[in-house]
């Protein structure tokens, strides 16, 4: 709400005439104005009261949270969703949460796409499941997502399998203001299929969009964007009982920077990787897990998932998973 501009489209009673009187007057978003006396309003806008008041409990409504019995929501976030992955689900305690924000964190080359869309795989092969998937690299493969459904004694037959595949909506957007955009329009219930529950959103990913912003003067904006991607994915989370999974890059610190003051602050991994997008983010997911990849002389890489950072689970556990051209076990 706070970085949302006031605009025409939001409500019929705000006319440009009426925005540009509430303009002149520093309210520019939905949260100064709806912050503001019915009387200080009235002043500025001309509007009779009863207006104002409508205008005001549209904009709480349409992008305040709203209230929900714990009891409701407990039962609702009871089932985890089953990543497909038998060590995962076991690291999470069952699998992803309904409600709950991850974040896969990684350097190059840790399978922290192909463990996505493994992911997105076994959640739709329920009938009644369906997931989101956000692009921003186009790295996205529906070939690889056909060998992961029809992989081992978990083969599906060719009908469910084609069934399977349009229960994952795809979509490649390559700018920050689109994604924060699209996270709205479906918290709002729009890109939905009828016949099916959204289980889960995956964006991969992240810093390939804010990374347009590396030479900006001003952080300004970037972090605005950022500041309503959270807001708009907490909301769409918990209204929804959606289960969202956040890619992003585990950046090494560079040589000359750690004895700053703003990055000696930064919350490391044990192996020295702190996440991208800066240290404002680092709080925003609920659970960030690390993937790594380590290469031992004379046989496999072997792939590790650790839980970084969690407000339900243990830090520092971890587990093994194994990458294969049918995804990952």
């Not at 560079?254 to 991994?269: H, N, P, W």
């Not at 044990?270 to 790594?292: F, I, K």
Request: aromatic share 6%.
């Amino acid at each position: 709400m706070a970085a949302t501009q006031l605009t025409v489209d939001l409500h019929p009673l705000l006319s440009e005439y009426v925005i540009k009187k509430l303009q002149k007057n520093r309210l520019t978003t939905v949260y100064s104005f709806v912050k503001v006396e019915v009387e200080q309003l009235l002043k500025i806008t001309n509007l009779p009261a009863e207006s104002i008041v409508l205008v005001k409990n549209h904009l709480i409504n349409h992008f305040a949270g709203r209230y929900q019995k714990a009891l409701s929501y407990t039962l609702q976030s009871a089932s985890p969703l089953n990543t497909g992955v038998v060590s995962l689900d076991a690291l999470l305690q069952g699998g992803l949460l309904p409600g709950h924000i991850y974040e896969l964190c990684g350097e190059c080359g840790t399978g922290k796409t192909l463990l996505s869309m493994t992911i997105a795989s076994n959640v739709v092969r329920h009938p009644g499941n369906s997931a989101y998937f956000i692009d921003t690299k186009c790295d996205f493969s529906g070939r690889k997502i056909q060998q992961i459904l029809d992989r081992g004694d978990r083969r599906l037959p060719e009908q469910e399998l084609g069934h399977a595949m349009t229960r994952i909506r795809v979509e490649r957007i390559f700018a920050p203001e689109l994604l924060v955009q699209t996270v709205e329009e479906i918290a709002a219930g729009k890109h939905l299929q009828e016949d099916t529950s959204l289980r889960l959103l995956i964006i991969d990913s992240l810093p390939s969009l804010w990374y347009l912003y590396q030479d900006a003067k001003s952080s300004v904006e970037p972090l605005g964007l950022l500041t309503k991607l959270i807001c708009s994915l907490r909301k769409l989370a918990a209204q929804h009982a959606i289960a969202v999974v956040l890619i992003n890059l585990a950046v090494r610190m560079v040589e000359g920077l750690a004895s700053s003051t703003a990055e000696s602050k930064r919350k490391l991994c044990p192996n020295g990787n702190y996440p991208a997008l800066g240290r404002y983010w680092e709080s925003a997911p609920g659970t960030r897990l690390l993937l790594e990849r380590q290469v031992h002389p004379g046989s496999f890489a072997r792939y590790t998932v650790q839980v970084w950072k969690s407000n339900y689970l243990r830090s520092g556990e971890r587990t093994n998973i194994r990458m294969t051209d049918s995804g990952v076990s």
